[in-house]
Every structure is written in C-alpha cells, then in structure tokens.
C-alpha cells in the first residue's frame, strides 16, 4: 500500500516541490543562500579619450574654419491625417468656464501646414562639439493659457533656469518627465511664474503635463549647447554658425520618435545647401 | 509498479536537484538596446553590483556596506588571516566578506601604530585580486550588505522581487503594487521635491508598514535588522537608476528596433567606440550623481519641517481649510472631489498611456510614474498612508508625493493655510 500510485505521487510532490534540497527547507527567495561580498574600489577614470563621440566629428582648427547654417525643410510625404480635437468645445469636465470654453482644444500631435510642412520637429546634436565653447542665453519661457501650454514644443539649456508662467485664469500644474533629470510637479494658481533648472542634457525631448487637465502636454529638450531647432508652422528650420565641420543631427517627432538617428551635414566654411526633409505619413501613425 | 518507479525516477531528474540561484533583472529599456548591447549593460552591472549570490560592494556608493578595522597577520595563496581591531557584536560572523584597503584618512596619512583589541579575533578571508602585505590596514567589508540581503530575501523578496522593481510572485495579486525601487523614487517621505528618501524615512516604512496597502509593519524586527534592510534597498534603488543612467545614452544608438538600427558591422564598431570612450566616462558621472543625489537625502537641509507650529484646530480653521480644498488657488477638489472622496473630475478623463504619448488608456483615471491606475485618496475613510502625524499630512501638501500626480504646494500655499488644509482633511471623516 505504501508503493500504491498515490502515495507515489504524494511523495514526489513532496521532493520535487523544494527542488530535491532536503537537507534546507528555506522560506524561498534563496535567503539562506552561501553569499559572498566583493569589493570595487571607487572607480578611478580613465583619460580623456580623443575618439570623437557619435554626434560630431568636426575638423582640426575648428575656430578657425568659419561657420555656416544648417536649414531646410521638413516635409510630410502622404495627406496628413485630420486629428479630432483633444477636448470639444464645451466639453471639458475641469473648469469648463475657461478650458475649451470659446474654442475646441486641438490635438498638437501632428501639425501640418497645408504646403506640407510638420511643425515641432526637432533637430539637434546630440551632444556639443568638443572643443566648442560658448555661451548659452535664456531659452524661450513656457507659457499656460486657455488650458493649453504655449509653445507645444521647446529647447532648455542645462544649468539655465527655464521661466514656466502661468497666464490663465485657472491654477494649472506642471509635472515633467525627463530620462535623466528630476522630474517636478509643481502647482502654479493662476498668475504665478517660476522656475526650473535641468541640470543634465537629455538625449531625447521629454513629455510635460498638467495632472488637471490632463489633456495640457508639452515637450522639452535639454541640450548644452545651441546646435538645435525646432520647425515652425511652415516646417522651416534653421541652426546657424555651425563650426566647420561634420556632423550627425538627430531628427526627432513626437509621434515617429526618431526621424533621423544621424543625419549627416558637413559645414565647410559656410552655409549648407538648404535640405528639404521628406518624411512618410505612415511613421506618424500611434 | 516498476514503470511508474521508472516514471517517478524521471520526474524527479527533470526537475533537477537544488536550488536555482536568484538573479536580478534587467529594465524594460535595457531589453529593447540591441543584443550586444545589453551584454554590455549586464557586464557593466555584474561588475558594478555583482549578483545575488555574489554581491559587490562598490565603494563608490553611498552605503554603508558595513566595514569594520582589521590589520594583515599572514597572507597565503588565496587567502588571508586578519586581526579585528575595533569590537563586533557577538553574532558577527566573516562568512562571504572580503578584505579592502583601508582608505587613507582625509588628512592624505595613512595610520601606523594601530590601536590593540579588546579581544584578539583572527579570521581567514579569501583573497582574490589585491595583494596584502603583513602588517597592513585593510578593512572588512560587506557585513551590512550580505545581512540586509538575507533579511530582504526572507522578508521582502516575494512581493519586491529579486532586483527591487516590485514584481515579486505575489505583486501580480496585489492593488496597490509594491514598489518599484528602480526609479530611486519612494512615495512617503520627509525630504524635498527631487530628493531622494532619506534613511529614516524608509526605516518608518519598513517599521510602521503602508496603512490602506498590503506593506505590512515589520515592527517586530530587531532596529539593527530593519537598518540592514534598508541598506539593502537603498543599494537596489542606486543599482536601478544606475542602469538608467547607462542605457538611457544608449538608446538611440544601440537600439534592437531594426528599422532604425545601422548595419551590424557598423553597429558593432560603434558599440566598441561606446565601451571604450563614453562608458568609463558615464560610469564616474554615474557613480558621482548616486553619491550626490543619496547623500543629499540625509541633508537635514532637504528634511521638509514646517515654518510654524501647528494652528490648533478648531471651526475657523477648518472652515479656512475646507475653502482653500474647494477653492481655486489650491484645487484640492479636481482630484479629490467636493466631498473627499476621491472622485474629482480629473478622475473621469481617459489619459495617455503612460509612456506612450497620445494613445489613450482604455479606462478613466490617473496614473502614477510607474504605470498603474491610480487614485486619488478617499479621505473620508481616515487612513493615511504615509503616517497621521500633522507633520506627515504636511509633508504630502507641501511636498507632494513622489511619483504620483500629487503636486507640491509648497511654493504656493503659505504654512499657515497648509496647517489650515491639514486641520479640515483631519475632520472630513467625522463631519458627514
């Protein structure tokens, strides 16, 4: 009877269910396990390398090669979806005197103009080039009106505060969502400024909103350097005084997340042939 | 009778005998670089935090990993007999530790004549890498960690999981889900907007639990227990932002999406670029934000304190507060709703999927910085998941809470109207 199948089963059930360790029914999670602590000293850096990084490769005497721009176009290639608005007019659930209150709320997503132009792309270097060195000015401050954040899409410089104002009639609130820096989620009443400082280049734009109107979003991208646009209406962008030199752009939508790993431009002594970017409907598609 | 022996024989094989060791994970993100690149990633990561069974205490970090004073009696081959110099507890055991040298003290002197024991305690330690000279200052290190990790895996793995990303076996079961330590960001604390938690604040999670949530109190564990626990976590915390801090620079190289990859001869050149000048180079960036952003936690600078005692409730008070709740300036009520319950209209419009912009989520409500739903306190119910001292419900209206759409008042409410606030939220479960 003790061989009988049941017992049998009982009893592998019994072994197998601790993994055959008979010897220490541990509470699992490996607890009791043999551990051993090694120890890495701080770690010492290694010289500064004089490989180029991805993003530029600029020729020896950099100052002295002169400056050019890098403009153009960029382009949608496709008819370009028509987007329903974010919230109807009227429709808001969240202070509807104000919000959506005379006008539909866009949808910012994908705007196009009707020659074809994407507005809000973003091009940039992803990291100064070495040996660059300048100054950087204060980037364009952030604005919140009609429960919509103007502009949809802007440049931060790391280390520089970045003004953030809220010129509605309804307390607002702004919570970011960057890679590498802290994120914030501060509460602006209506009529309040402040200010935000990012202390570390992210390297790709990063979502903001607001949690009480939870359609309000804009996009941030801190950079080091001024080597980056942002194409207006018209899909017109332009990023002068370059050095001279080769370079790799990173071109980045919110909806088709890279456009462009590392567009190659090469600035020799002066301005580059104005480029006109043409990019498929299809990689806008969610 | 002799096939189902035979049967039961292979059963028992198949599964194996012994135990699977535990192993941490890797991030989403890291899963989505390239093949060769997450090699590099797991080496990097290996090198920097070991894995569960073989830990590495990186010295880089902020922890206190447990050291304790001992000088080179005899080296052989691969190990070495030290002499304990300053005094452990009697339940010390060397088991698994390794033998570092001693760093020199600020002054840049390295100590000579070292201080005598109490009690002379000769303990052998293996040695692998570094060589020792008799008579040399070295310490032993790694007591805290491998105690904290024993503790952590008895008591906390299950829900946490292995890696901290609170993803044990059980979470899947469990609203709220435990936490996921890898962000460096913990909801209940008593430090500053962008602060990381300070040691005490995790001290009172693990003591007092998560009221409302399934953390339970682990009241009961010896204070010495608790605080290699939370070494243990801050640890698995600094080793999740850490991997951040190395993939997220990867991401649109070495990304594994073929269609923006580059040709794999290309790629691999570029990979080997990566490791051999930009790696080093981010990992003592890395090291030195860890150590800046943990230190900082224990800044009493960064401890939020109130400017002013506490206004003594009473109605003018709680009336002061129930107009700033439902007033415009403060907003409490878009999220929390008229009454407290946590119902307010923010809670009924469909969002983003978080991390993916634009695509909006199937159910109404908001979300944390972890992806979950998540709702507004019902305060009506009288539980308070940080603590209910006045300090703690000052602490979540000034600071907010970490990770969640609850905002810092801070900057836009004075003292005197948060104590106003504190005093009405105390009332809301006794006044309807």
Redesign the interface.
């Known amino acids: 009877m003790l ?1 009988s ?1 049941r017992y ?1 089963w009982l ?2 059930v019994a ?2 269910l601790p ?3 008979l010897a220490r029914l541990d ?17 010492v ?2 010289a500064d ?1 004089p ?1 180029t ?2 993003g530029a490769d600029p020729s020896p005497g950099v100052p002295s090669g002169g400056t050019g721009s890098f403009s153009g176009v960029v382009l949608l290639n496709g008819t370009a979806p028509v987007l329903p608005p974010r919230v109807g007019k009227g429709a808001s ?2 202070d509807p005197t104000v919000c959506a209150a005379e006008d539909a709320i866009p949808d910012e ?1 994908l705007v196009v103009s009707p020659t074809g132009g994407i507005a809000n792309v973003f091009i940039y270097l ?1 990291r100064k080039p070495s040996g660059w060195k300048g100054t950087l000015e204060n980037s364009v401050p952030l604005d919140q009106l009609a429960c919509i954040f103007k502009p949809h899409s802007l440049v931060a410089f790391a280390n520089i505060p970045l003004l953030m104002k809220n010129s509605d009639k ?2 607002h ?1 702004v ?1 970011t ?1 960057p ?2 820096n ?9 009529g ?1 400024t ?1 200010e935000t400082v990012f202390k570390k280049p992210e ?2 734009p990063f ?1 903001a ?1 607001c ?2 109107h ?2 309000m ?1 804009y996009w941030t991208l801190v950079v080091d350097h001024p080597f980056v646009a942002i194409t207006d209406s018209e899909g017109k962008f332009s990023i002068p005084s370059l050095p001279s030199g080769k370079y790799k752009f ?1 071109i980045w939508h ?2 088709a997340d ?1 456009l462009e ?2 567009y190659a431009v090469e600035i020799k002594g002066g301005d580059a042939a104005p480029v006109e970017l043409k990019f498929d409907v299809a990689r806008f598609s ?1 | 009778m002799t096939r189902t022996l035979l049967l039961y024989s292979l059963i028992l094989l198949a599964c194996g005998c012994g135990r699977r060791p535990a192993q941490f994970s890797l991030s989403s993100a890291t899963l989505e670089l390239s093949d060769a690149a997450q090699d590099v990633v797991r080496e990097e990561l290996t090198a920097a935090f070991g894995t569960p069974e073989s830990l590495v205490a990186w010295q880089a970090l902020p922890v206190d990993f447990g050291t304790v004073d001992a000088v080179v009696e005899n080296v052989a081959d691969s190990s070495a007999e030290v002499k304990l110099l300053s005094a452990v507890g009697s339940d010390f055991t060397a088991r698994g530790l390794s033998i570092a040298p001693k760093p020199a003290t600020e002054s840049g002197d390295v100590e000579t004549a070292p201080t005598e024991p109490s009690a002379a305690t000769l303990i052998t330690v293996p040695v692998t890498e570094a060589t020792f000279k008799q008579g040399e200052q070295v310490a032993l290190v790694g007591e805290h960690l491998r105690n904290g990790r024993a503790l952590y895996h008895r008591h906390c793995v299950h829900c946490h999981g292995v890696s901290g990303d609170g993803n044990g076996p059980t979470a899947q079961y469990l609203t709220p889900r435990p936490r996921d330590y890898r962000r460096g960001l913990f909801k209940f604390t008593s430090t500053t907007v962008s602060v990381r938690p300070s040691r005490d604040d995790l001290h009172r999670v693990i003591k007092y639990g998560v009221p409302g949530t399934y953390m339970p109190s682990f009241m009961l564990l010896p204070e010495n227990e608790t605080r290699e626990i939370v070494e243990y976590v801050r640890w698995l915390a600094m080793r999740g932002e850490y991997e951040t801090k190395i993939v997220v620079p990867m991401q649109s190289d070495f990304t594994g999406n073929p269609e923006n990859r580059t040709a794999a001869s290309e790629a691999a050149e570029a990979l080997k670029v990566f490791r051999e000048s930009d790696l080093p180079g981010l990992v003592e960036t890395a090291a030195q934000e860890l150590s800046d952003d943990w230190s900082a936690a224990e800044d009493e600078g960064n401890t939020v304190l109130p400017k002013s005692s506490r206004t003594p409730s009473g109605p003018e008070s709680i009336d002061r507060g129930r107009k700033l709740f439902l007033g415009e300036k403060a907003k409490c009520a878009s999220c929390h709703g008229e009454l407290g319950r946590g119902n307010g209209p923010s809670t009924e419009a469909f969002n983003d999927v978080p991390g993916k912009p634009g695509v909006k989520s199937d159910v109404p409500g908001l979300f944390d910085i972890w992806g979950n739903i998540i709702k507004p306190r019902n305060l009506t119910q009288d539980v308070f998941r940080g603590g209910r001292r006045p300090v703690d419900v000052y602490r979540r209206i000034h600071s907010g809470i970490k990770g969640t759409p609850m905002q810092a008042f801070g900057s836009t409410l004075t003292d005197e109207e948060i104590w106003d606030l504190v005093n009405y939220v105390y009332s809301i479960p006794h006044t309807r």
């Open positions: 061989v199948p049998l009893l592998t072994l197998v993994g055959c360790d509470p699992g999670g490996g607890a009791f396990s043999d551990v051993t602590v090694s120890v890495r000293p701080v770690a850096a290694k390398s490989e990084p991805t659930k969240v997503s992803d309804v307390a609130n919570q969502f890679s590498l802290s994120s914030i989620n501060a509460s602006m009443p209506a309040t402040m390297p790709k979502a909103k949690q009480i939870p359609w979003e990173r919110e909806r890279l790993r590392a969610r």
